[in-house]
């Protein structure tokens, strides 16, 4: 899998609060762009909407603050991999639902980091959502 290099370096900070604050910011610019759901519109899937919300419920799902932080580190790097990124992604049906197709894209920040995004798709609508976005390792 060919992995897109970022312009964009992981939000700085260790607490999960200045981190969620930073990157919530960034989620609140986009969301005032649109009347409806937020969105970015992906380079990859021919400028096809690629909604933001299922991402933030994913992320309020987890119990352990450290792995939140370490996830919402990486947002503006995944939001700039979407939107410029034409790498063929890792795709695969969902084991947990079959009317879902999960795409994996891979980055790296420009930190060096590498980190994956993973996008939803339903079979029935093609409606994209970003589930999540996450580092290799530690």
């Known amino acids: 899998m060919k992995t897109y290099r970022t312009r964009s370096k ?11 604050k930073k990157a919530f910011t960034i ?4 969301r005032a762009k649109s ?21 933030w419920h ?14 919402v580190k990486f947002f503006p790097c995944a939001l700039e991999l979407i939107g410029k990124s034409t790498y063929e992604p890792e795709s695969k049906e969902n084991p947990n639902n079959r009317g879902e197709i999960v795409h994996r894209f891979a980055g790296i920040t420009a930190d060096d980091d590498l980190f994956f995004i993973q996008i939803k798709e339903e079979k029935r609508s093609g409606k994209k959502w970003l589930m999540s976005a996450f580092p290799v390792g530690k």
Not at 10 to 20: D, I
Not at 35 to 55: G, M, N, Q, T, V
Request: no cysteine.
């Open 35 to 55: 009347k409806r759901r937020p969105y970015i519109k992906s380079a990859f899937f021919k400028k096809d909407k690629i909604f933001l919300e299922l991402y």
């Open 10 to 20: 992981k939000l700085a900070g260790t607490r999960w609060a200045e981190v969620y």
């Open 58 to 71: 994913h992320l309020h799902e987890k119990n352990n603050l450290g792995d939140k932080t370490r996830r």
């Open 27 to 30: 989620y609140k610019q986009i």
